[in-house]
């Protein structure tokens, strides 16, 4: 069975409802199509990169789901195409041996072998920032023997 993850941005101009009735017909294209929907994230409303349909604001939603059909993905992006309150959309085919879950509150975490090579860096810049400042003072006084 391949495993799929659909990415929704719902318009924020619509109430609870209806946001989700939309996520609810997207699951429902899914199981129609031989799709056995999994996990659902929701991330609520976030700021848009840019600018949708004069909207800078949206629902995020992240639906898992398996299917052995390899045209359901293809009619869900059909669905997903002319459905009015969905601003974007992406469906991703995941590796079999992929487990990794992304989660708003973790997205903003780095491992700690990033977190030390970010630190590693930042004394680095300051070393060199020190370094050159060093230089100036060394040619500035330099320059003003020579003057005298």
Request: hydrophobic fraction near 35%; charge should be negative; proline fraction near 2%.
């Amino acid at each position: 069975m391949n495993k799929y993850e659909l990415a929704l941005v719902i318009s924020a101009k619509l109430d609870d409802e209806t946001r989700t009735s939309v996520l609810d017909r997207a699951k429902d294209y899914i199981s129609r199509h031989g799709g056995t929907v999994g996990e659902t994230q929701e991330w609520g409303k976030r700021r848009l990169a840019y600018e949708i349909e004069k909207q800078t604001e949206a629902y995020y939603y992240f639906v898992q789901f398996e299917t052995e059909d390899s045209e359901c993905p293809n009619e869900l992006e059909q669905r997903m195409r002319i459905m009015d309150n969905v601003l974007r959309y992406l469906i991703v085919r995941k590796d079999e041996n992929d487990t990794f879950s992304v989660s708003p509150e973790k997205a903003e975490e780095l491992p700690e072998e990033e977190e030390a090579a970010e630190e590693a860096a930042a004394e680095e810049a300051a070393a060199a920032e020190e370094a050159a400042e060093e230089a100036v003072e060394e040619t500035e006084a330099a320059s003003e023997e020579e003057n005298a």
